[in-house]
DNA sequence: GCCGTATCCCCAACCACAAATTCGC
DNA sequence: TTGCGAATTTGTGGTTGGGGATACG
């Protein structure tokens, strides 16, 4: 199949937003089974306007559908592709209208008649398949179990999904045009299965093993978004493979790197547990990925703190994962040019398919992709500046103002040794 | 080469409070 | 859905103390 089957979640931008942080990360790039998860919590999500993602940009909601091509473009990548020749102009092409609530298979296929595969039974009660996701004891994952407590996963809403083989083979990732959301459905683009395929457990769409490369794991690891400096970027890239086994490879393995928290299995219940990620160790060299969950970068680059400290925190909500990241060692200043930029950022960013958040996928980067990227990353490094970047000018107007004990803010009236202003000291 | 001490350097923590954000109605 | 007030959280800079790195005898 060569549709992506990503849904872009149009968020508030259709509605008035308090802030423009709001809107940003409000952008999101689910997959269906995701999608449905998401905006199934509640009468407000549910209201949010969603679409397919541009199969070519992968960033942006899609408008058109290009019968022709048989791909979801978004307006730019509509314009760039048929706008300027005459020879694609004339393709047929067809309106993707948003839609939102959560609509049944068959609804998604009539609204969207060139997606004939989803009319295949994809059940339409959102609360009825929310709140039956489960945890499989042995696998440690989470799946849409059907109705009735009747567990009969060959019937359940996944493994409808799976058998639509609605994963794009060659974007497996979609980064959204904020690059805030990401939603990781592991690529089955290996066809002949090796280690580094995902091997699929219990049929969810964002349930999958993925089994890679130790090495690979750590050669592809990017880090997005989050104004992370590397001074010594050997430990990102695989110069140093034996220093960045190191982080792995000691007595906490990956969860030493990953900050991951795993609740206990034993304890879950179907409502509980749902969407409890569960990372094994590259000992182990495999990985196993409850569900694709979106994830706001935003919010990790709102702490431009002097150490960077990446958390992709889940919060344990249901039919969530529950992942968190931490880099607590890499330090460095950023600034707003870092996000765009670093070579950790642009790739996911863009939604560039070689590139993952914890190299969960391994292997395919090019050799040229990876020294374009290094060679970028070097020069950035060169022209890095470390300022610090200054989010409020008027907290920092008030701060400069502000009186002192030994640099620390004492109350207003309190005896002070330092007045900015007089630049003198009292006592 | 090893050990103890001195020095240097880096950085997290601390503080108050206005602004920003969230929450409840 | 919107608006408003209350409650909560966030961010800001100068100084300091602790700890790691380095130098030296």
């Given at each position: 199949m060569e549709e992506c089957f990503w849904f872009f979640w149009?968020?508030?931008?259709n509605a008035p937003a308090k802030t423009q942080e709001h809107r940003r990360s409000d952008a999101a790039s689910l997959c269906l089974f995701c999608d449905r998860n998401v905006h199934s919590a509640n009468a407000l999500s549910r209201r949010h306007s969603r679409t397919l993602v541009c199969?070519?940009?992968?960033a942006q909601p899609a408008v058109i559908r290009c019968i022709e091509e048989s791909v979801s473009l978004c307006q730019n990548c509509d314009w760039n592709g048929h706008g300027g020749s005459a020879m694609v102009s004339g393709h047929k092409r067809q309106t993707i209208n948003c839609y939102s609530g959560c609509p049944s298979a068959a609804e998604l296929s009539r609204m969207w008649p060139f997606l004939q595969n989803l009319s295949s039974g994809v059940e339409s009660d959102c609360e009825q398949g929310l709140g039956l996701m489960t945890i499989d004891e042995n696998s440690v994952s989470n799946c849409w179990e059907p109705s009735g407590g009747n567990i009969n996963r060959d019937t359940s809403f996944p493994q409808k999904v799976k058998d639509l083989e609605i994963i794009d083979k060659q974007n497996p990732w979609i980064g959204s045009s904020s690059g805030s959301a990401l939603c990781p459905l592991p690529s089955t683009a290996d066809p002949a299965g090796s280690s580094h395929s995902v091997i699929e457990k219990l049929g969810c769409p964002g349930i999958k093993e993925i089994e890679f490369n130790k090495g690979d794991f750590y050669a592809d690891f990017n880090v997005d978004d989050v104004g992370l400096t590397f001074e010594n970027y050997e430990e990102l890239f695989s110069a140093s493979h034996s220093q960045a086994s190191h982080l792995f490879d000691d007595?906490?393995?990956i969860d030493s790197f990953f900050d991951i928290r795993e609740a206990s299995a034993?304890?879950?219940d179907c409502q509980d547990l749902v969407g409890q990620a569960h990372l094994i160790s590259p000992g182990e060299e495999k990985i196993t990925q409850a569900t694709c969950h979106a994830v706001s970068t935003d919010a990790l680059m709102s702490n431009p703190g002097k150490k960077a400290d990446l958390s992709l925190s889940f919060p344990p909500r249901k039919a969530h994962s529950n992942i968190s990241l931490s880099f607590?060692?890499?330090?460095g200043d950023s600034n707003g040019g870092d996000y765009q930029d670093c070579v950790v950022s642009s790739m996911l960013l863009m939604g560039e398919p070689q590139c993952f958040v914890a190299g969960l996928?391994?292997?395919?980067?090019?050799i040229v992709t990876r020294d374009s990227a290094v060679m970028r990353y070097k020069e950035k490094k060169k022209a890095r500046k470390f300022d610090k970047k200054i989010r409020y000018a008027s907290r920092k107007a008030m701060a400069e103002v502000r009186r002192r004990v030994k640099g620390r803010f004492v109350k207003a009236g309190e005896a002070y040794d330092y007045d900015p202003l007089a630049q003198t000291r009292s006592c």
């Open positions: 149009l968020g508030r931008m199969g070519r940009c992968n007595d906490g393995g034993a304890n879950s607590s060692s890499l330090t996928e391994s292997s395919s980067l090019p």
